[in-house]
């Protein structure tokens, strides 16, 4: 289906009034109106996630959902017919997340502290609790039944990639989430057998006690353009091939909590998969 991307709503006004591009389409002006109206189509398109926003005065949790009703309240008085599919960013963005989590945020190469770590139990309990959170709030105002999609998104780029520590020279994730979740995979992967983790590496003191995530030197190198030498950089190709897997593993669980707070009632998916170097 057809779809309008537009700046994301608040309770002053839709949009923002110093975009000084015109895409995401702002809502200040008759543009998106006129758009609509000449498409045909109702569905818009827009980012939010700011409700998970950690403690604060006046709220028992990290939530506040206070300012949704009056938000999309801006595109349906534009828009009787509206319908929503929101892109909800899930990466862990403010300063509170750090300074109450900081054993599971992302460690660069560079030793900065960064986001949360994609390994990090305590981000996918909480983003699963946000989600459904979200939707049973909607339901509460409302306006559930407005809501055709839910667009999940996390690393700085919205799909799924971290723009700090991927494809630049700060890489990631030497965090301690990633460590455990790295080894655990790699014992699933060669059935707990110290002796073939070291044939496929050709590494003899490798082990799945000390096993790490490849330096910032092993992860920018490769053989071939873009291709690996499995006989010489195969602890790197794992290290890509478990980080995938976690990220494929964290949008499956964040879907299904859609799908099911939903009642099976919505779509649920996300933009991932699609860049070899980055994913």
Known sequence: YSGIWVTTPSPDHW???NESYPWPLDGDSDNAQRTAAETGSHIYNFFTGEEWCGPGEGR????????????????LKT???ALFHPRIQLERQGEWWRKLYPDECEITSEGKQREQSYASEVWLKEGKEF????IDHLRRIGLADRFIAYFICAGQSTEWTKWSSSGRLACGDYSEPMRKYFRSWLRRKYDGNDAALRKAWNRPEASFDNAEAPSAEEQLHTMLY???????EMNVIDYYTALAELCADRIIEFCRTVKEASEGKTLAG????????CS
């Open 15 to 17: 949009g923002s009034r």
């Open 60 to 75: 028992a949790g990290h939530f506040d959902f206070s300012k949704v009703e009056a938000s999309l309240g801006h595109i």
């Open 79 to 81: 828009d009787p017919d």
């Open 131 to 134: 989600l459904q959170a979200y």
């Open 226 to 232: 873009n291709f690996r030498d499995p006989q010489k």
């Open 270 to 277: 996300a933009s991932y998969g699609y860049t070899l170097t």
